[in-house]
């Protein structure tokens, strides 16, 4: 396999998957441009390209693009892609507290670790893993969506009641638009610009950017988000220490990843979940600046890539919305992915696995050598940063579709993230809700629709193996959210232990 990967790679190969990197960049820090849209634009411009040169360029914005959604993230705390909103809670507060180019090394590191394991994962096990996807029910993806959900704790540390309220009104958002199954308005109120639904990009750059912009007019002060930038050095084994959890992570984010339709924000909040539940004793409380929680989230999202490349490539379905668009330039090019891949163009499998792994080392280079120059956007002065945080929240909101309404979304959504954020409301559970709103409920009413042939609905949804071991994962996510269950659990251990020591 190596020699075929290899064989694969020359200059002009590597210059044009570093192309694509700096331009995955550009477009993944920038608030409402996005990968699957930058993606888009180069099918029209490669499709009379050689195949190899075309996969080469996609494939360095694709991997590169999702590093570089954290680098706002960190410093402005405006996730640069949906699947970076979990790098925001521990990205941002260690921005203010001058920690900024530790915060970019560490995403920057383990946004390669991630992005590599998945990549290795698909060349290993890309057969076994799709034949796992492809048992999931309508039933069990709404059982894993309704498993997100249950993460509301870890994303809100003080006050669970809150969190759920955020997660519900996030839910009920994302309702609105067209019913994909009975094809009817929801809560559209007679507006036909809503019938499309609520853009999740303007939500989360109102929800991040503009609500921050007017706390921080609140606050009424002009000195810069950060005083310093921090000058201490992460040593090498400061950190590979944390590759344990990253692997952890990196692996839910490959298998969210080859589920289609779920994707890097389920991943990275899923993954930062467990991390909370895992890691014992963390330096600084996740939430206030951990370490952690940047790890989780960036090797979660970035494993995604190895992952939704899978059931593209093995089955031809893609994973997300970029290898939806990688699939498209595929058949452009005359090839057909699928189960006829290995046998008819055995070499294409090989030639995205060396433009992965190109980009995976493009992180690296970028990371250490342009990030930290744009980390020093922190110390300009707010007088100057608010305007032009402002200017980039209105043109990325507009991006996405060219709409001004997609503008007097985002706003209205600053403003609703402003109120909750100055009443103790975590604004992440509501992008969760967002999230998973749509595809709980699609699925749960598919899953309806099957199971109503049976003679038992419940036992019908319910009895398959996948769909039990996933409820029992949300009841034990659940329960641990409880103070009375963790107090139990404590004591359990405790005596234990005592008698262990007795004995």
Same mark, same amino acid.
């Given at each position: 396999?190596?020699?075929?990967?290899?064989?694969?790679?020359?200059?002009?190969?590597?210059?044009?998957?570093?192309?694509?990197?700096?331009?995955?960049?550009?477009?993944?820090?920038?608030?409402?441009?996005?990968?699957?849209?930058?993606?888009?634009?180069?099918?029209?411009?490669?499709?009379?390209?050689?195949?190899?040169?075309?996969?080469?360029?996609?494939?360095?914005?694709?991997?590169?693009?999702?590093?570089?959604?954290?680098?706002?993230?960190?410093?402005?705390?405006?996730?640069?892609?949906?699947?970076?909103?979990?790098?925001?809670?521990?990205?941002?507060?260690?921005?203010?507290?001058?920690?900024?180019?530790?915060?970019?090394?560490?995403?920057?590191?383990?946004?390669?670790?991630?992005?590599?394991?998945?990549?290795?994962?698909?060349?290993?096990?890309?057969?076994?893993?799709?034949?796992?996807?492809?048992?999931?029910?309508?039933?069990?993806?709404?059982?894993?969506?309704?498993?997100?959900?249950?993460?509301?704790?870890?994303?809100?540390?003080?006050?669970?009641?809150?969190?759920?309220?955020?997660?519900?009104?996030?839910?009920?958002?994302?309702?609105?638009?067209?019913?994909?199954?009975?094809?009817?308005?929801?809560?559209?109120?007679?507006?036909?610009?809503?019938?499309?639904?609520?853009?999740? !990009?303007? /939500? #989360?750059? =109102?929800?991040? $950017?503009?609500?921050?912009? @007017? &706390?921080?007019?609140? *606050?009424?002060?002009?000195?810069?988000?950060?005083?310093?930038?921090?000058?201490?050095?992460?040593?090498?084994?400061?950190?590979?220490?944390?590759?344990?959890?990253?692997?952890?992570?990196?692996?839910?984010?490959?298998? !969210?990843? /080859? #589920?289609? =339709?779920?994707? $890097?924000?389920?991943?990275? @909040? &899923?993954?930062?979940? *467990?991390?909370?539940?895992?890691?014992?004793?963390?330096?600084?409380?996740?939430?206030?600046?951990?370490?952690?929680?940047?790890?989780?989230?960036?090797?979660?999202?970035?494993?995604?890539?190895?992952?939704?490349?899978?059931?593209?490539?093995?089955?031809?379905?893609? $994973?997300?919305?970029?290898?939806?668009?990688?699939?498209?330039?595929?058949?452009?090019?005359?090839?057909?992915?699928?189960?006829?891949?290995?046998?008819?163009?055995?070499?294409?499998?090989?030639?995205?696995?060396?433009?992965?792994?190109?980009?995976?080392?493009?992180?690296?280079?970028?990371?250490?050598?342009?990030?930290?120059?744009?980390?020093?956007?922190?110390?300009?002065?707010?007088?100057?940063?608010?305007?032009?945080?402002?200017?980039?929240?209105?043109?990325?909101?507009?991006?996405?579709?060219?709409?001004?309404?997609?503008?007097?979304?985002?706003?209205?959504?600053?403003?609703?993230?402003?109120?909750?954020?100055?009443?103790?409301?975590?604004?992440?559970?509501?992008?969760?809700?967002?999230?998973?709103?749509?595809?709980?409920?699609?699925?749960?009413?598919?899953?309806?629709?099957?199971?109503?042939?049976?003679?038992?609905?419940?036992?019908?949804?319910?009895?398959?193996?996948?769909?039990?071991?996933?409820?029992?994962?949300?009841?034990?996510?659940?329960?641990?959210?409880?103070?009375?269950?963790?107090?139990?659990?404590?004591?359990?251990?405790?005596?234990?232990?005592?008698?262990?020591?007795?004995?």
């Amino acid at each position: 396999m190596i020699e075929q990967i290899l064989a694969a790679i020359d200059l002009r190969f590597i210059f044009l998957v570093f192309v694509g990197a700096f331009a995955g960049l550009i477009v993944g820090a920038m608030p409402g441009l996005s990968v699957t849209m930058a993606t888009a634009i180069l099918v029209s411009v490669t499709f009379t390209w050689a195949v190899n040169d075309a996969m080469a360029l996609m494939m360095g914005v694709y991997v590169v693009g999702v590093f570089s959604g954290a680098i706002s993230a960190i410093l402005i705390n405006i996730p640069g892609a949906p699947g970076s909103v979990a790098t925001t809670l521990d990205g941002f507060p260690m921005t203010m507290k001058g920690q900024a180019k530790k915060a970019l090394r560490v995403a920057t590191f383990y946004s390669f670790f991630g992005t590599m394991f998945g990549l290795i994962m698909l060349a290993l096990l890309a057969k076994p893993v799709t034949k796992i996807a492809l048992q999931f029910s309508p039933m069990d993806y709404f059982l894993l969506a309704l498993f997100g959900l249950t993460t509301v704790g870890s994303l809100t540390s003080k006050n669970f009641l809150k969190g759920l309220i955020s997660a519900a009104l996030g839910v009920i958002i994302s309702l609105i638009g067209i019913d994909p199954i009975m094809g009817t308005p929801r809560f559209t109120f007679g507006s036909m610009r809503l019938q499309a639904g609520i853009s999740l !990009i303007a /939500a #989360l750059i =109102g929800l991040f $950017g503009f609500s921050e912009i @007017l &706390i921080q007019i609140g *606050q009424r002060s002009l000195e810069p988000i950060a005083g310093k930038l921090g000058k201490e050095k992460v040593s090498f084994r400061e950190l590979t220490r944390h590759i344990p959890l990253s692997i952890q992570a990196s692996l839910i984010g490959t298998f !969210i990843g /080859a #589920l289609p =339709g779920t994707g $890097g924000p389920v991943a990275a @909040l &899923i993954a930062y979940d *467990q991390a909370k539940k895992t890691v014992r004793k963390p330096e600084v409380p996740f939430g206030e600046g951990a370490i952690e929680g940047i790890v989780a989230s960036e090797s979660a999202n970035n494993a995604c890539i190895g992952g939704a490349l899978i059931p593209m490539l093995t089955l031809a379905v893609p $994973g997300d919305a970029v290898t939806a668009v990688l699939l498209s330039a595929m058949y452009v090019h005359g090839l057909r992915p699928g189960p006829l891949l290995f046998t008819q163009t055995p070499d294409l499998f090989y030639v995205i696995l060396a433009a992965g792994i190109i980009g995976s080392l493009s992180i690296i280079a970028l990371g250490i050598g342009v990030a930290p120059l744009m980390a020093r956007m922190v110390l300009i002065p707010k007088k100057i940063l608010l305007p032009v945080v402002a200017i980039l929240c209105i043109i990325g909101a507009y991006a996405i579709n060219s709409s001004v309404f997609d503008v007097l979304i985002m706003a209205i959504f600053g403003l609703i993230g402003f109120v909750m954020r100055r009443k103790g409301y975590s604004v992440a559970p509501m992008v969760l809700g967002i999230v998973l709103g749509s595809l709980m409920d699609s699925n749960f009413r598919r899953a309806v629709s099957l199971a109503s042939a049976g003679d038992n609905l419940i036992i019908s949804m319910i009895s398959r193996p996948i769909s039990l071991i996933l409820i029992a994962f949300i009841l034990i996510s659940l329960f641990s959210n409880f103070k009375f269950v963790k107090t139990g659990l404590r004591k359990l251990f405790s005596r234990r232990s005592g008698k262990g020591q007795e004995e």
